[in-house]
């Protein structure tokens, strides 16, 4: 690696940073060759009711599997984020929040946010919601989504938040996964100038007669708009608040009860609900945005992440609220009404902490540097990237454009399953290479094996997995423990199997290069591609769909899908046209097809198993090396899809 792509810590933060190299590696050794009395000392960041005297108890064999932290430990998430501010810092603010509309700003202090949360666990309970019951979110970006969270934890119900670009159909599926008796949704939201009827997605879901377990829906009124109402079901948000009390005792959480369920797509099958306990994952959350954001008492961070994926929870609430920041909540896309509100918004706001996506920033750097001409940024400090790898030009720009050249960048690698950050830099501590996520955050184990499961050293590539527990790690599958321990610890036995591959240079550093199981990344946002073919084969015209993805310019992977029509039907763009309006309606916008092939044939062994590489590669143009194809059962197929192929860039 040359030492021009290699970006040194700047003095000024080195001096100032919660750690420096130093630090870092004395800590990193520590929580590793004594990994009990490191988290003894660094669970005490977070405020117990009685305090723990188990630090861990782990286990990643599959037939003995046990995630356990800080498990005689009880306390509550929302005390955490609310209470222990109160005291010394009630009045600071704890959300600002601009809307779709920059005319529309909002902020709320911590006390008001804690007499809010309060007030809404009091309303909760009084339709019913009791300790243990899992309630649905389908919420826009407006500060009563990070109320209706901490007011379940306040009470030890279990939430459950849905990205409001899901369709009612995935909606339902996770609704009737977690039984939910209550849903919380608003009239509408509001991105990107558009109004989003999340009420009409709602009821549109529960009319699926698979969902019996829906008692009330709770609706804020963000627009006003026209929406259907069901009497008995349907309550408005305002009118229990107006009567709820603003004191609300907090739930005695023990350290191993729930906090949250979270769904995301795996290789296989319908997404897998997610499950995070409240003890380790509130000491990981809140230290690894202490750490790695090199967070400082009186800071702004701003967070882009909906908070329908696991960085709006960990990193937009959970994390930043239990350290009392100020954060920025934004309504909207922060390329709307034009690329540069990003910069807009930070100077507005006087923003000193960003973590956004990669995604985001491909799409602001096609737009040209001249949109950011009236950017000061000098606010800004620190700033963050995930989801997904970032490519060195987009990191250089980030760097350039927006951190003006002194902002360490933190590229941070984890997974919903991780909840929180396991590799990345920190600010003081780390010299950076665009592109590389860096080294494993305190207490976390990373390495790479071969295909069959043989740890390789030194300077390599190979699967990336964990060798031991951390604290935020997920404990199980809901409902589905089996599962939970075939994903994650089956693969490569005794270790806990990410689904990325990576490569570490000879500095140690991890350099992640993407998935290799069949999920594909979109936008940052993580698709089986297995949901994809079957929303398209349950068209009635599909006789049989494959799908993977392909590099795009702006989302990273695209969706590229290879159809098979049923007998006697033709091929059309009407056709195509409808089958990419189809699969939005049957999962949501974001699994929308870029490109689809109709195929005569797939290519397939002579058991019928269809070979994903070559589809993998003739979607990516690449077709002068496809490898061996005698072992299938017809090898024409391939020449067929390589002359009908949609990717000819
Ligand atoms: C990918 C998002 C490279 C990776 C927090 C992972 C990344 C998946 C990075 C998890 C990064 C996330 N560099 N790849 N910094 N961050 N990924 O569950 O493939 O939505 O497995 O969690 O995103 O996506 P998820």
Redesign the pocket.
């Known amino acids: 690696m040359s030492s021009q792509s290699l970006y040194q810590v700047p003095s000024d933060i080195a001096n100032n940073a919660l750690v420096n190299n130093d630090q870092y590696k004395k800590m990193y050794q520590e929580s590793i060759v004594n990994p009990e009395g490191f988290w003894r000392e660094h669970g005490k960041r977070v405020d117990w009711i009685k305090p723990y005297s188990k630090i861990k108890q782990t286990s990643f064999d599959d037939h003995n599997l046990s995630i356990e932290w800080f498990y005689d430990g009880t306390l509550n998430a929302s005390a955490n984020c609310l209470d222990r501010h109160l005291e010394d810092n009630g009045d600071k603010v704890a959300i600002i929040w601009e809307g779709d509309d920059a005319a529309e700003q909002r902020k709320i202090t911590y006390k008001e946010l804690h007499a809010d949360v309060c007030k809404f666990a009091n309303a909760l309970r009084s339709q019913g919601v009791a300790r243990g019951d899992v309630v649905t979110i389908y919420m826009p970006m407006v500060p009563e989504a990070a109320v209706a969270m901490l007011a379940c934890a306040r009470i030890g119900a279990v939430h459950s938040v849905v990205f409001g670009g899901f369709s009612p159909d995935s909606i339902a599926s996770r609704v009737i996964d977690g039984k939910s008796k209550v849903v919380i949704t608003a009239d509408e939201g509001i991105r990107g100038g558009r109004k989003i009827p999340l009420k009409d997605s709602v009821d549109q879901a529960l009319s699926n007669p698979d969902v019996q377990c829906v008692e009330k829906v709770i609706v804020l009124n963000r627009t006003g708009g026209d929406i259907n109402w069901v009497e008995g079901r349907d309550i408005w948000w305002e009118s229990i608040m107006d009567v709820a009390s603003e004191h609300c005792a907090y739930e005695e959480m023990n350290a191993e009860d729930p906090l949250f369920l979270l769904y995301?797509s795996g290789s296989t099958g319908n997404p897998k609900g997610v499950l995070h306990t409240t003890g380790g994952y509130m000491v990981y959350a809140s230290m690894t945005h202490e750490y790695v954001f090199d967070y400082k008492d009186g800071e702004i961070y701003w967070c882009t992440a909906d908070v329908g994926?696991?960085?709006g929870h960990s990193y937009m609430v959970y994390g930043p609220l239990a350290n009392g920041a100020t954060i920025l909540i934004h309504e909207g896309v922060p390329n709307y009404p034009s690329p540069a509100r990003l910069g807009e918004m930070i100077d507005r706001h006087n923003v000193n902490i960003l973590y956004t996506a990669p995604t985001l920033i491909r799409a602001l750097m096609a737009e040209g540097k001249e949109q950011f001409d009236g950017f000061d940024g000098k606010s800004l400090r620190i700033m963050g990237?995930?989801?997904?790898?970032?490519n060195p030009e987009a990191w250089r720009w980030y760097h350039e454009v927006i951190g003006r050249e002194h902002c360490p960048i933190v590229?941070?690698?984890?997974?919903?399953?991780t909840g929180g950050i396991l590799i990345s830099p920190l600010p003081g501590a780390t010299d950076t290479k665009p592109g590389s996520?860096t080294r494993p955050f305190f207490g976390v184990q990373p390495a790479l094996v071969d295909n069959m499961g043989n740890i390789i050293e030194g300077a390599a590539e190979g699967n990336l997995v964990i060798l031991d527990s951390w604290p935020g790690q997920m404990r199980t599958v809901y409902g589905d423990h089996d599962r939970f321990a075939l994903t994650y610890f089956k693969t490569f036995r005794g270790m806990y199997f990410?689904?990325?591959g990576a490569r570490r240079d000879e500095d140690g550093y991890y350099w992640?290069t993407?998935?290799v199981d069949d999920v594909i990344?979109v936008s940052?946002?993580?698709l089986g591609t297995a949901e994809v073919e079957s929303a398209l084969v349950a068209h009635e015209l599909v006789a049989e769909a494959a799908v993977v993805g392909y590099p795009h310019d702006i989302k990273g992977q695209g969706i590229y899908a290879y159809v098979t029509l049923s007998r006697g039907i033709e091929a059309t763009e009407e056709l195509r046209l409808e089958l990419r309006q189809w699969v939005r309606k049957e999962i949501g916008a974001l699994a929308t097809p870029d490109l689809i092939q109709f195929a005569g044939g797939l290519p397939k062994t002579r058991s019928g198993k269809i070979m994903r590489r070559f589809l993998r590669k003739i979607a990516a143009n690449e077709i002068t090396n496809l490898g061996d194809s005698s072992t299938l059962a017809d090898p024409a197929v391939i020449d067929t899809l390589i002359e009908t192929r949609l990717n000819k860039a």
């Open positions: 995301t994926w696991i960085t990237s995930v989801g997904e790898p970032i590229d941070t690698w984890w997974q919903t399953e996520a990410t689904g990325d992640i993407g998935r990344n940052g946002h993580r």
